[in-house]
């Protein structure tokens, strides 16, 4: 059954397949069903006399018929969600390799300082004597993103990556618009690996999208930039680094060509976390660029929690933020709701993700302009690591060269094995892991975008290479058993992804009907 180093071989992974169990777990992998297939309609977890002599105050909307939602005891309760929860890969449970994503280790204090009292039960309406601490905090966070960033004003409202780059647009636009040339400059340049929420927030406000090649290096060309800039550009959206892991060397020439035609440059910060302490935006001439909290600044994502995407902005477009923010003046904090004219409006009814500007400036106050730093530093030395301890088995497009906070492979080394990209991906969950990014950025074959952050130690990453070797070797001998029918050991082997984001069933129908009382 085990080979020598301890893992079950083939035979054993098709043995324990064919051996069913009863109750349909697996040991500790436990079947859960629906909540309405566990629980009863006739049954309640709560022990209430029926209220007698109350007057309804519904005015004859009452309902009439049951409501027929499941009734479960407490302890059932408890399971059914405990037990959903341990379906989950999380970033607490390992590593979580998944690129432009940046899954890096989100620290308790971080949630410590969100639950304390004065932050986590403030309500937006409360009178602004009384939220003094939460605006300090605010004006702090925006001191630090400006400050790292090197620009002169910073939009904290937008409640994520995507959401930050509709607000910097709209500033653009704004921008145009008092201009007088919001007729004229219609078009957005956007790299062909940008992410496509790039594309997507330019079209929704208008915008007409015009894709820039990518060259053969992975970056953005100057002169394509020049081609295509003219009268007719509001702006550029650049990624840096890009999300092919690598960092655009021209940007400022791109930056100068693009002011040079009266556009602007949005620069795509999600990932920021590559270059913070290293490298500031507004010197490379950016003049918006949202920053993920939830990726560079650790505050949790991917069902762990709220993002939220603070935009800066270049003195060009400063005018334009949307309201609110923070000014300090002689009676202490003040949140500026109505003062600014040029202002597009908002993007939030109140002001932002309170919990991810606490977490984010704890992550921040706790490394230290040096910590936050070597985090970048080790963020790109890890993706290296990674780069350097696969290099010669998986391929790798744009040459075997340094890269920043993450590693991009193609399918060239799988060519003739008969295993795709979704076939590895698939074997990495029976391995234990979250599988990396997949087939993004488009412009590469069959891609596997990997970024490990710089919370993981040596060992975790000597780990993980040495299974994506094993997994590797596997693949280039062909071992066609291993990948085809992966995940073996999951608790749902492959899903119909497509089919199931086409044609969702979303109402639970009861598998038999209820018997309606006869009158
Ligand atoms: C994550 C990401 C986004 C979008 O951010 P969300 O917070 O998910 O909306 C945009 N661009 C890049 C490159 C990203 O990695």
């Keep these: 059954m085990l080979n020598n180093q301890g893992r079950p071989t083939s035979s054993g992974i098709a043995e324990a397949n064919q051996h069913q169990t009863f109750t349909g777990n697996k040991a500790l992998m436990i079947e859960e069903a629906l909540i309405f297939e566990i629980g009863r309609t006739d049954t309640s977890g709560v022990d209430f006399d029926e209220p007698s002599d109350t007057p309804s105050m519904l005015g004859g909307f009452e309902r009439k018929s049951e409501i027929g ?7 059932e309760t408890m399971r059914h969600f405990v ?13 979580y390799s998944l690129g432009s994503c940046t899954m890096k280790h989100n620290p308790r204090l971080n949630e410590r300082m969100a639950r304390l009292a004065g932050f986590a039960d403030l309500h937006p309406l409360q009178p602004i004597a009384t939220v003094q601490g939460a605006l300090e905090l605010m004006d702090t966070l925006a001191h630090w993103l400006m400050e790292l960033t090197n620009m002169p004003a910073v939009a904290l409202s937008p409640k994520a990556g995507a959401h930050g780059e509709l607000c910097g647009m709209m500033a653009i636009k704004a921008a145009i618009e008092a201009k007088g040339e919001g007729e004229t400059r219609r078009i957005v340049l956007v790299p062909d690996s940008a992410h496509g929420t790039n594309p997507a927030t330019a079209a929704l406000i208008g915008f007409v999208v015009k894709p ?4 053969d290096d992975g970056t953005v060309d100057p002169a394509e930039v020049q081609k295509l800039v003219g009268p007719d550009v509001a702006a550029i959206m650049l990624t840096n680094p890009n999300t092919c892991g690598l960092f655009e ?12 035609a009266g556009a602007y440059f949005y620069c795509d910060g999600a990932n920021f976390n590559a270059i913070v302490g290293k490298a500031r935006p507004g010197d490379l001439g950016v003049d918006a660029m949202h920053i993920n909290l939830h990726k ?12 939220s995407g603070p935009v800066v902005l270049s003195s060009r477009l400063a005018a334009y933020a949307p309201m609110p923010f923070v000014k300090k003046g002689k009676q202490g904090y003040a949140l500026i709701e109505h003062e600014n004219i040029t202002a597009f409006g908002r993007m939030t009814a109140f002001h932002g993700q309170m919990g991810m500007y606490v977490r984010a400036l704890s992550y921040m106050l706790s490394h230290g302009a040096d910590g936050l730093k070597q985090a ?5 030395l890890n993706a290296n690591y990674i780069r350097a301890g696969l290099a010669d088995l998986m391929s790798l497009p744009f040459g075997n060269r340094a890269c920043m906070h993450e590693a991009l492979f193609d399918d060239t080394w799988l060519k003739d094995t008969g295993i795709t990209t979704l076939d590895f991906a698939k074997a990495m969950i029976d391995e234990g892991y979250h599988p990396m990014t997949m087939y993004f950025p488009l412009v590469v074959h069959g891609a596997m975008l990997i970024e490990p952050t710089e919370s993981e130690s040596k060992a975790a990453l000597d780990l993980f290479i040495a299974t994506l070797r094993d997994l590797a070797i596997s693949a280039v001998n062909k071992e066609t058993t291993r990948f085809l029918n992966a995940p073996f050991h999951a608790p ?3 899903l119909d992804e497509t089919r199931a984001a086409r044609s969702p069933i979303l109402r639970w129908t009861p598998p038999e009907p209820i018997a309606i009382a006869a009158e």
């Design 69 to 75: 939602l499941p009734g479960l005891s407490e302890p």
């Design 83 to 95: 037990r959903l929860s341990q379906k989950n890969y999380a970033i607490d449970v390992g590593l």
């Design 212 to 215: 820039v090649p990518v060259r």
């Design 249 to 260: 060397k021209d940007v400022s020439e791109i930056a100068a060509i693009i002011h040079e």
């Design 296 to 307: 560079t600044f650790s505050t949790p994502h991917g069902g762990g929690g709220p993002g």
């Design 376 to 380: 970048s530093e080790d963020a790109v």
């Design 492 to 494: 749902r082997r492959r």
